[in-house]
């Protein structure tokens, strides 16, 4: 019987963009002797203390970890980072402020980058840590774009075709102007008309010229869609409007449009994934989810009736280029006749390709988990158990702990807090023990693994997976 090796703290913040691809890794972590904790990142740091000496894999490396990875490296905890926005960010002096820590990134032992881009960002770092050690291994998010992993979503696919039927994707990404708390915004709101709005949260590091530009860029593009919409309602009467909000954004003002259109629907279901396999075109600005179409050969368009290069192609560069550019709603009308009438696909041509190479590594061979998966084994050498920290350094991360709970507690309940638990379960609903079990039996029959996975609920607020 295989001997299980140091576990894994597997965090999960935004649950219907992380919980499949991390439930993947835990699946072939499992396969390598490696049990896995998996559940809400916040939830998990609130109890770090309960858990074995583990690998922590963390989603970024930034200021806001900076407290919680001493916490862990005095318990005697290993992190290993990638970072969720590295694959279309910010220009390189902004991202580095914004989303890396020197402090934080000393706890760090490996880095898992989603290409060659991203390692060429993270080595241009000015404070990278001399013993930093990156891996193009690629991202648990992309392994589901492949196509021997469509079919995890089978059942998924078919209930969204036969409630939804013929339908067009519209993904958006205005949380920096219509962010789920006004706090979280590029802008504060103001009271009075001539007030000088302060920075939120979202203009973390941005000069105040580069946060207004892109915050006027963002609503000029965001009216665009509220009348784009309707418009496709009124343009498609045989086809049904899916508008899927980003996670952190409000999704008032379209629940209000869908209450005007009988053929629009709201909804931040589920991943990302079975959604583009069941509809017929994506409509985006600047948006990831034009990245994840390329990849599944799903016909993409960027509707970029406003146009600001600065930002267009610069911190959504990606995105952008390889989808379909439409200008006008006019041409938007006109390209998705194409693709309805089998004229044109998905967006193609050698300049794209090359673009998606250099940013997205492990879209052959090896998944992004199993190269990850190779990462940790060299670290741990087949052990079972990490060192144990000293006492002096176990006191210090517990009464760190202690006073870092208590304080993020006494700030969650106060009005206003922009993690109010509200936001909470709305960025990580509940999810059932017999949910998880589904999940991880159609991975497994998906990697054609035999021998059953446990899934056990922990303290009913995570999940232990191992053999």
């Known amino acids: 019987m295989m001997t299980n090796k140091v576990p894994l703290l597997i965090p999960v913040e935004n649950q219907v963009r992380e919980l499949d691809p991390k439930l993947l890794l835990a699946c072939i972590a499992a396969r390598r002797g490696f049990p896995s904790y998996i559940g809400s990142r916040r939830e998990i740091h609130f109890h770090i203390t309960s858990f074995p000496r583990g690998i922590y894999l963390s989603k970024s490396a930034t200021a806001a970890s900076d407290m919680m ?25 902004i991202y580095y402020s914004r989303r890396l820590s020197p402090k934080a990134m000393s706890y760090v032992s490996h880095f898992f980058a989603f290409g060659e881009n991203n390692v060429q960002l993270w080595c241009q770092y000015p404070q990278l840590p001399n013993n930093a050690k990156i891996h193009a291994t690629g991202n648990p998010r992309n392994d589901l774009l492949r196509p021997e992993l469509h079919s995890y979503y089978d059942d998924e696919v078919e209930k969204i075709q036969q409630a939804c039927g013929d339908f067009i994707l519209v993904n958006t990404n205005f949380n920096h102007v219509n962010a789920f708390t006004p706090v979280q915004n590029l802008f504060q709101p103001v009271e009075k008309p001539d007030e000088i709005p302060k920075f939120g949260r979202a203009a973390k590091g941005m000069s105040r010229e580069y946060a207004e530009g892109l915050r006027d860029h963002k609503k000029a593009v965001f009216e665009d869609f509220q009348r784009m919409i309707p418009a496709l309602h009124k343009a498609f009467p045989d086809y049904g409007i899916v508008v899927r909000p980003h996670p952190t954004e409000n999704q008032k003002i379209y629940h209000d449009m869908a209450a005007r259109c009988d053929r629009v629907k709201v909804t931040n279901e589920g991943n990302v994934v079975p959604w583009l396999l069941a509809t017929k075109a994506l409509i985006h600005n600047s948006c990831t989810t034009g990245v994840e179409a390329y990849v ?75 190269r990850m998966v190779d990462v940790i084994e060299e670290m741990v050498d087949g052990r079972t158990e990490l060192p144990q920290s000293g006492v002096g350094a176990r006191l210090c991360g517990w009464s760190l702990w202690a006073v870092r709970t208590m304080i993020k507690r006494y700030k969650d309940s106060r009005p206003g807090s922009h993690n109010r638990p509200e936001f ?24 054609n693994d035999r021998e059953e996975l446990k899934v056990e609920p922990i303290a009913n607020k995570f999940f232990r997976i191992s053999t």
Not at 70 to 91: N, Q, S, T
Not at 304 to 333: M, Q, T, V
Not at 432 to 443: A, G, K, M, Q, T
Request: hydrophobic fraction near 40%; charge should be negative.
């Open 69 to 93: 990875f001493r916490i862990m490296h005095r318990l005697g905890h290993k992190i290993v980072a990638w970072d969720e926005e590295a694959l279309v960010h910010l220009p390189d002096d």
């Open 296 to 370: 599944m050969r799903v016909p993409a368009i960027t509707y970029r009736a406003s146009i600001n290069e600065k930002y267009d192609l610069g911190f959504y560069r990606l995105p952008n280029l390889i989808s379909h550019p439409c200008f006008s709603f006019e041409e938007l009308e006109v390209t998705l006749k194409d693709i309805f009438s089998g004229e044109i696909g998905a967006a193609a041509g050698d300049d794209r390709q090359q673009l998606i190479e250099h940013y997205l590594a492990a879209r052959e061979g090896p998944l992004a988990c199993e």
């Open 424 to 447: 909470q379960r709305h960025r990580y609903p509940e999810v059932s023990l017999e949910d998880i079990r589904v999940r991880v039996s159609r991975f497994q029959k998906i990697l």
